[in-house]
């Protein structure tokens, strides 16, 4: 089957948002004026992600989650903030910090290991997308670099939607004006990325760079641990591999 598309999931696939994250805390704190080391920053690293499981954010298959996940995911913000101010005591600078937070994870992302090079290599045979659940101001401005390689970027706040559900992917394939046959999605998250395109007919690629088991009830084309592995499976043998 010839592709058309490729398309990329964003966080944790192309982008590594625990270091943008990371980078985030620090630029927080620094706007409060509160000298914070990396104890710290891994503390707030370590509530946010708990935090994220807390609110639900992770349970993408629930309708009220598809519903209300935007709105809890600004929740998520200032729940991190709260945090940050209750254990550090930022005082008079949350305000500041937490705009800090979110100027900083809007200010240009961490590319995973190989992607940039994956991406320019793939760009030359096939129309490059990415395909992300999050905010729009956040998700552009992290997908920056990037952008002069990508021919689309879906994100779910513009969208309306996010993934896994129809109208997402659908959305998306009707604004591609193709079909989904001639899509490959690729991404890390089974319950978004890997349902979602198995439930739209679209081939994908499961990024599961911790090497886990394929769970059954899901359908990949294949399973990559970095993505470079994606240039024999999309262009080809290299010459000197013959």
């Known amino acids: 089957m010839q592709y058309e598309y490729i398309i ?23 706007a409060a004026g509160v000298p914070a080391d990396e104890e710290m920053i891994e503390a707030c690293w370590a ?6 499981g807390d609110l639900g954010l992770y349970n993408v298959h629930l309708p009220e989650i598809q519903r209300r996940y935007h709105a809890l995911y600004y929740d998520h913000v200032r729940d991190i903030m709260r945090f940050a101010d209750a254990s550090y005591g930022l005082g008079a600078g949350r305000a500041a910090a937490e ?14 290991d190989g992607a940039r090079e994956t991406i320019a290599a ?39 939607a996010i993934k896994p559900t129809a109208a997402f992917f659908g959305g998306m394939v009707g604004a591609l004006n193709t079909a989904p046959a001639r899509c490959l999605m690729v991404g890390d998250s089974l319950a978004s990325d890997v349902a979602g395109a198995n439930a739209a007919g679209m081939d994908c690629v499961w990024f599961n760079a911790q090497g886990a088991p394929l769970p059954s009830g899901y359908r990949v084309r294949a399973v990559v641990r970095a993505l470079n592995e994606l240039l024999p499976l999309l262009l080809g043998p290299s010459p000197q591999q013959g």
């Open 47 to 52: 509530f946010s992600a708990r935090n994220w």
């Open 122 to 160: 793939l760009c030359t045979k096939y129309r490059v997308c990415v395909a992300t659940n999050g905010l729009t101001a956040m998700q552009t401005g992290r997908l920056q670099a990037l952008s002069p390689m990508l021919y689309r970027v879906f994100i779910s706040e513009q969208v309306g």
């Open 99 to 112: 705009r800090a937070f979110l100027h900083t994870l809007s200010s240009g992302g961490h590319c995973v």
């Open 8 to 30: 990329f999931d964003a966080d944790h696939t192309i982008l590594d948002f625990n270091a943008d994250e990371r980078r985030a805390f620090r630029a927080a704190f620094r």
